[in-house]
């Protein structure tokens, strides 16, 4: 081999790098644009109910906090924690084919209880152990009784949407 083609092949593993390196910037560009947009719409949500960050506020009818466990496909366990008037922050750590996950975001509860359910919404973002940062998520579900079930949609369009039973305690 010549040394003009050494240097060529160097070029061109340089070029390929050069590449690389590009789509990964742009992907983190991405990602930070939807993490920019998730915690503007949070707090937006926390300044347009301002009865919620008032001293004078009737602490004996707050809601409750709920501590969440599933034993199926994906084994876990989560956390919601009542911010505001039907809003939550909500973490899950679930473990499943020799992963880790980790998922954080906010919930709202919807006024309206339609016989023993109790239906919310929310989003937020899922890490992995396993991968770093997966994706942002959109979730629907509904509490009744000590049980809830949730769908979990991703935003991106590799991953498929996931269903979580489970029991719901709260406290």
């Known amino acids: 081999m010549s040394d003009f083609e050494k240097i060529l092949d160097i070029k061109i593993e340089m070029k390929a790098s050069a590449n690389e390196i590009s789509k990964k910037i742009l992907n983190m560009e991405d990602i930070m644009r939807k993490s ?28 409750n906090n709920y501590l969440s466990f599933s034993a199926l496909t ?12 039907n809003f939550f922050f909500v973490a899950d750590l679930d473990y499943e084919k020799k992963d880790l996950r980790f998922r954080a975001g906010a919930a709202y509860f919807f006024p309206l209880k339609l016989l ?15 991968e770093g940062y997966d994706y942002p998520y ?9 049980c809830y079930f949730e769908i979990i949609h991703p ?3 590799k991953h498929k949407p996931e269903f979580r039973v489970g029991l719901s305690f709260g406290f």
């Not at 503007?40 to 602490?59: I, Q, T, V, Y």
């Not at 994906?74 to 008037?85: D, E, R, S, V, W």
């Not at 023993?116 to 396993?130: D, E, H, M, T, V």
């Open 36 to 63: 920019i947009v998730l915690i503007l719409l949070f707090g937006a949500f926390l300044c347009l109910n301002p009865l919620e960050l008032s001293a004078k506020r009737d602490f004996k009818n707050l809601e």
């Open 74 to 85: 994906p084994f876990g366990l989560g956390y919601k924690h009542h911010l505001g008037q």
């Open 116 to 130: 023993i359910f109790r239906f919310y919404s929310g989003g937020g973002f899922q890490y992995s152990r396993n």
């Open 138 to 146: 959109l979730t629907i579900g509904t509490r009744f009784l000590i």
């Open 155 to 157: 935003w991106e369009k």
